[in-house]
């Protein structure tokens, strides 16, 4: 069992930078890989990011490439979101979850889901 916690989100003008922690309770969460999702009103949810257990490779979708960075601290159990040069396009509630084995695009293949936190772009 894992729990997730997020937090750092809140509304920011663009071209702004924001950092979204995930703390995780549970024995084994270094042994998860971990994925950044995000959800806008209307929209389907979308894969953000995601940090492989495995073999520590990262992915980012398509728009967030360069601007965004995801990484871990074991020790403190946590996985953070750098957002760097925030857009409007990137409101949306942001999620992050695990899943055993290796990262997937999709998020029908997560186990454990935070509540979300709440990222505001105005322009």
């Known amino acids: 069992q894992v729990q997730l916690v997020e937090s750092g989100g809140g509304l920011v003008q663009a071209g702004a930078s924001l950092r979204l922690s995930c703390a995780a309770s549970?024995?084994?969460?270094?042994?998860?890989?971990v994925g950044w999702f995000r959800q806008a009103p209307g929209k389907e949810r979308e894969g953000v990011s995601c940090?492989?257990?495995?073999?520590?490779?990262?992915n980012y979708g398509d728009s967030v490439k360069g601007r965004f960075t995801i990484s871990r601290d074991n020790a403190k159990g946590t996985v953070y979101l750098q957002m760097n040069s925030l857009e409007p396009e990137d409101t949306a509630v942001y999620y992050c979850?695990?899943?055993?084995?290796?990262?997937?695009?999709?998020?029908?293949?997560?186990?454990?889901w935070g509540q979300g936190t709440q990222v505001t772009v105005s322009s």
């Open positions: 979850a695990t899943r055993w084995g290796f990262c997937n695009s999709d998020y029908v293949e997560y186990d454990y």
């Open positions: 549970g024995r084994t969460f270094n042994a998860y890989s």
């Open positions: 940090l492989s257990s495995r073999d520590g490779i990262t």
